[in-house]
Structure formats: structure tokens, C-alpha cells
């Protein structure tokens, strides 16, 4: 490449301005050129799938057949799709909310101890979200172990009889929110922690002079300062955790029964292990709207962001 | 830099504002008090791994008290690095990060630096377009690509089902938007006036990436790498779905699916191989925090 533009220097010192003209045709193609693995790695890999998903819903198991919605008006008329759905809301509205709070709370209790111990807080608190989703889930599923769960063992120094942790509809979706929980939370506290330390310390020295109590000050300053952050974040965590899979697979595989699937492990479960693709397709198609309408308002968000930079 | 001011700021305090400073003396205990208590929840599941990791099966299966070792060993570490079966997945898992790593920071800096300074018919549409194809999921589009492979089998005899080295083709469609998207960030802090200079002294389009942006923009670099690799060694659902023979698979699929047989639950070697299968991540973020963190916040906050 240093060859292709070594040319152009030469017609810079000529100055002749038809060959100007060349040069910055030549500087976009190369522009063009750099950016082209890129473009063809998304149109490949991404865009085209994207595309062939909602042709290959179209068709039957065998995919020999065109069905037009066939597979969609197949699901409607399915409990276990309209359960996949109220699972995927349930799992992803309560996982964002509760991350959303603890790593904002968290975030403040980082922020209010001295700098230096900052740090290595920060650093203690980020593990979760270092080590790779499933193999912490491994984790939880040992400590939610059936016969010999280590939570069962202290609660029952309470009296509290041994808890079915994902043995049972309710306490597995419990389990399945917590851990998601438990590993997603971190990433909002540095997000957080990283927009706190942005707002800038008079607005706290202002509100206390006018006599501002803590919650006022968290109201009525961190928040309006924040918001753009705390959207962005929760918006994205949203997509995330809507297209969850490593853990709903590795902690229930979407059992007991049909309680904990996901759209992402209930088309996995029906395109890959069931070997029916077209019904898989159709299944995590219904990721779509969802991810479209809030990848929307990040971009709306950081549009924003960065016209008032 | 506003954390420095606050600390400086505190030592004069108590003087001047004895309620304040009380007030800010029982806030920060209760900050402690409150910061234990979620360590205690955030550090739980990887300590009580290593706990495991330690125990015998007969000490596991015992009911003694599971939150502490009586017998500690390192039998669970012996058995599983002496199992040729799980270097195999060691091994695929690193030459899959390495690779991938590499594909991405070529892809990724050449097209950052080409849409953040170069730009082109579209370039402004296409940066946008990688911040959104970031936020498409693997788990839309795995299953077409599980029918794009077949048929391409089909055309040209080259089977990519159920080999590990088909990652390395697919990992990058999950790293490069985000290294990219960082990348861009970075290089379009760097003042204008740098490259201009260069290109004044002669240097090509090239010799600019090489000799200015990339040294400069470093630090991004490197939150991109850890990023990319933290991927791609994490990445679960691709082979998950596209590999199945033991040899093809890499660690933290092969852990989930090798070490769990049936419903015989081999703890200690589970917990073991988990724990060695998130070494690697939690070594670099040991050592480079700093890098990590700031590839993490990079996304929402543009550079």
C-alpha cells in the first residue's frame, strides 16, 4: 500500500490541479480499500445471515417448501412460545432493573470512599464480569446443586428447609435472573463510576450550600448529569441480556420443562438439537423487534452525546 | 481527577465544617460496610470454585461443612492437565484468541483509520452501521449461519462444520464492530494537525497509520486486544453449535460438555477446569485493569 500512495506525493508537489483532483479520488479508494475487509466481513457474516434467517422462517422442516408465515402462525397457536415470551420479558425487564440499581448503588459506594482504595475495589467488584459466563455459571450450578448445595447447607442452619433452586418453575427463574444478575451488574457499576466521576464537584458543593439533602443531591444533580449514561447503558444491557444464552444453557437448558427458556436456548433447542433450522429461524426472528427498537434509541443517545460534545 | 480533588479537599474540612465532615465520616462507613456485603456476592461463586477445585470426591460428596476444605489437594489440577483431551481444548482455545485477536486489529485499524480520517463515499453511514452490527446478537444468527456452512459445503467441498479453526472466521464478526468502534474513537482524538504534518514531510496515507496513529493511539489498541480476546475465549453459543468431536472443541465448551457426563457430576475436575478456563481472562485483567476498564466504557461514551 505504501507504493499506491508514494505516487501521490509526487502529484501533491505538481500541484496540477486536474491530477488534485485524481489524488483525492485516489485517497477515498484507498480509504475505500482499507475498509474493505470490514464491509465484506458484515455483509458476509452478519448482514447476509441476517437476511437468510427471515428467508429460511419461510420455509418447511425439510426446507424444500416455501410456507410463507406458516412457521409464525405454527408458533402462535403454541404455549410454549407465548411462555418463551413472557420468560424473555420477565428475564430481561427484572435482570436490567436489578442491575441497573445494584450497580448504581454500588457505583456511589465506590465513589464515596478515598481514592486510593478506589482501585482495588473497583478491581474486586469487576471479577464477575471478567471470567467467562459460562464457566461462572458452572459455579452457581454446583452451588445450586440439587443434593448438595452449599446455600442449602447454610439455610438450613436457619431451619429453612432445602430450597429446589432449579428444580423447581419459580425458584429456577429466580436462579437464572440472580445469576445473570450477579454477572451483569459490575459492568453498569463502571459505567457508573465512570459518569460520576464526570460530574463535576461544584454541583455538589452548590447543592450542599443550598442545604441539599442526600437524596436531593442524588435527584436532583447526579441523575439529570447521568442520564445519558444510565440510558445508553440500560438500553444496551437490554440487547444483551434479551439475547442471552450461556447461562440459561449451561445453568437449566431452559428446564424444569419449558420454564426457563430463552428465544436465544429455545432456538437452539429446536433449530440445532431438534434439527428443524426453518422453526429455529422463525423462533429467534422474534429477537428483532425488541433489539431494533432499543438499538434505535442508543444511537438516538449517543447521536446526542455526541452533538453536545 | 475529581476523586484527587475530593480527598484534598477533606483534610481541610474537618476544621471548618465539624457536621459535614461527621456526616461524611459515617457515609463512608457505610460504604465499607455496604461494599463487603456485595463483594461477599460478587466473589462467592469464583472462591467457592477454587474451594472445590481443592477437595477430593470424597470430601465432596461428604456432608461436612462445603465451605471449607478439610483435605486440600491438588489431584483435580494434576488429572486434568495430564488429560491429553483437555489440553487439546487449551490448545484450540488459545490458537483461536491469538488468531482472532490478530484478524481483528488488522481489520479493525485499518478500517478505523480509514473511516475516522480518510472517509469515503458512505464512510459516515458505514460507521454507524458498525455500532449497529455490534449490537446484533450471536444468537440471531447462528442458525443461518449453520445452513450458510452446509451449502457451502456443498459448492465447494470445504467442510466447515465441526472444526475449530472455523472460529477463527466467525469470532471476528463479534469483535471486529467493537474494536472497530473504539479504534475510531481513539484515532479521531488525535489532532488533525499531526497528520498533516506527516503528510507535509512525505508520508504516505500508509506511513501515517504506521508511524503516527498506531503508536499514538496505543492505549487503544490495547483495550481493543483485551476486548478481542476476552471475546473470543469466552464465546460459548458458536461452538457450542458448530462443533461437537472432542478434539475440535474448545475449553469452555468442552469443560460444560466432556466433564459433565450423564448425570455423573465429577465436581472437583468441573470446578478445576472452569477455574483454569477463566485463568487466562482474569490474568490479563490483573495486570491490565487500567486498559480493560477503559475498552469497557469506551463503547457508550464515543471516544
Known sequence: MADVTAPNSAVLVQSNRSS???????????????ALPLILLIAILVVYPAGYAIWLSMLNKS????????NFEFLFKRQTFWDVVFQSCLFAITAVIFKAMIGFVVAHFVHNIPSKGQRKWRGMLLVPWVIPPAMSTLAWLWLFDPSYSAFNWILAHFGIGPVPWLGEAGWARFAVILVNIWAGAPF????????????????????????????????????????????????????????????????????????????????????????????????????????????????????????EV | MADAAVTAAAPVRPAHYGSMSRDRRWAMRWSYFFLVLFAIFFLTPPLYMLLTSLKTSAEISAATNPWWVFAPTLENYVALLTKNEFLVFFRNSALVSVCVVTVTMVISVLAAFSLARMKFWGSATLATGVFLTYLVPDTLLFIPLFKMFAWFRDLTGIELINHWWTMIILYPTLSVPFATWIMIGYFASIPKELDEAALIDGAGWFQTLTKIFIPVAMPGIIAAMIFSFTVSWAQFLYPLAFTTSSSELLLPVGIVTTLIKGDVFNWGQIMTGALLGAAPPLIIYAFLMDYYVAGLTAGATKG
Open chain 1, 63 to 70: 426446507m424444500s417448501k416455501f410456507v410463507g408465515f406458516g
Open chain 1, 188 to 307: 453498569f457499576m463502571i459505567m457508573y463510576l465512570a459518569a460520576l466521576k464526570s460530574v463535576p464537584d461544584q454541583l455538589y458543593e452548590a447543592a450542599a450550600i443550598d442545604g441539599a439533602a442526600w437524596w436531593q443531591r442524588i435527584w436532583y444533580v447526579t441523575l439529570p448529569m447521568m442520564r445519558n449514561i444510565i440510558a445508553i447503558t440500560a438500553l444496551f444491557s437490554l440487547i444483551v441480556t434479551f439475547a442471552n444464552f450461556d447461562i440459561t444453557r449451561v445453568l437449566t437448558s431452559g428446564g424444569p420443562l419449558t420454564a426457563t427458556h430463552l428465544f436465544a436456548t429455545w432456538a437452539f433447542k429446536v433449530g440445532i438439537e431438534s434439527g428443524d433450522i426453518p422453526l429455529g429461524a422463525t423462533v429467534s426472528l422474534f429477537m428483532v423487534p425488541i433489539l431494533a427498537v432499543a438499538a434505535a434509541f442508543i444511537l438516538r443517545d449517543i447521536n446526542k452525546r455526541g452533538s
Open chain 1, 20 to 34: 488534485l483532483h485524481k489524488l483525492m479520488q485516489r485517497k477515498s479508494t484507498i480509504a475505500f480499500l482499507m
